[in-house]
C-alpha cells in the first residue's frame, strides 16, 4: 500500500503523514527533509545556490539516508545527523532554489521511488510532486489544502515568536516559486483526492485520511 500525500507547507502534511502511518503500521517518508538536507550539505560545502550549474555537479555528492519509523524518523547526510540544522531559517530560504534544479529532483526521486519500492508493509510519503511525478501509481494520492491565513498561523505556531504576517508572505512565495519551477512542479495529481485542512483539527484530518486509506484497502 503506497500513499501518497502532497501539499504546500503548513496544511498539516508532515504531522497528518506520520500519524495516519503510526496509526496503520506502514512505513513513513517526509520528502521534503530529503530537499533541505541537500540544501544543508550545499550551504555547508560552500556551493553558490544562485548558481544551477554549481548546484547539479553536486547533486551526487552528498550521501542522504532516511529512517522511515513513523514515530522517530531520521535524517543522516554523509553519516551526520542533520534533523534539526535542516529546520534552520537558512536551509528553509534556500531550499526552493536547489529544489527547482533538475538534477538534484532526479537525484532525489529516484532515492525516493528506492525507498517506497523497498517499503515491505507498505508506506506513507508526503511531499509536492509524490502523486504527480515520483509516484504517479500510488494506490492512494491525497492532496491537503488549506487557506494562506491558517497554514500561516500553524506555520508560525511551530516557528516559536514568528510574525503570522511574514510567514503568510513566505508560504505565499514559497507556493509560486514550488509551482511554477519547471521541473516536477507542486500540482494536483488528476486522480487525487483533495481535503482541505482550513476549518479541521489534526485529529480530524487524520481521522479523514485513515479512512480514505482504510476504503481503498477494502476495495483492493
Not at 56 to 62: E, L, N, V, Y
Amino acid at each position: 500500500m503506497i500513499v501518497a500525500i502532497d501539499g504546500p507547507s503548513g496544511t498539516g502534511k508532515s504531522s497528518t503523514s506520520k500519524a495516519v502511518a503510526a496509526q496503520l503500521g506502514l512505513s513513513y517518508l517526509d520528502t521534503g527533509a530529503q530537499y533541505r538536507a541537500i540544501t544543508w550539505w550545499m550551504v555547508n560545502n560552500g556551493i553558490d545556490i544562485d548558481d544551477p550549474a554549481a548546484i547539479a555537479a553536486a547533486a551526487g555528492k552528498p550521501e542522504i539516508v532516511s529512517g522511515t519509523d513513523p514515530q522517530a524518523p531520521t535524517i543522516t547526510v554523509d553519516g551526520v545527523d542533520v534533523a534539526g540544522p535542516i529546520r534552520t531559517q537558512e536551509v528553509t530560504s534556500k531550499v526552493s532554489a536547489v529544489s527547482a534544479v533538475p538534477e538534484v529532483r532526479a537525484r532525489i526521486t529516484e532515492l525516493q521511488r528506492s525507498i517506497a519500492a523497498s517499503a515491505a508493509s507498505g508506506i506513507v510519503v508526503e511531499g509536492r510532486d509524490i502523486g504527480t511525478t515520483v509516484l504517479p501509481d500510488a494506490d492512494l494520492k491525497i492532496f491537503l489544502t488549506a487557506s494562506p491565513e491558517a497554514r500561516a498561523a500553524r506555520r508560525s505556531g511551530e516557528l516559536k515568536g514568528a510574525d503570522v504576517h511574514s510567514t503568510r508572505e513566505a508560504l505565499i512565495k514559497r507556493d509560486a516559486a514550488d509551482s511554477s519551477r519547471k521541473t516536477s512542479p507542486l500540482a494536483k495529481a488528476d486522480d487525487a483526492v483533495e481535503v482541505d485542512t482550513t476549518e479541521l483539527t489534526l485529529a480530524q484530518v487524520i481521522e479523514c485520511v485513515v479512512t480514505l486509506v482504510e476504503e481503498k484497502r477494502a476495495g483492493k
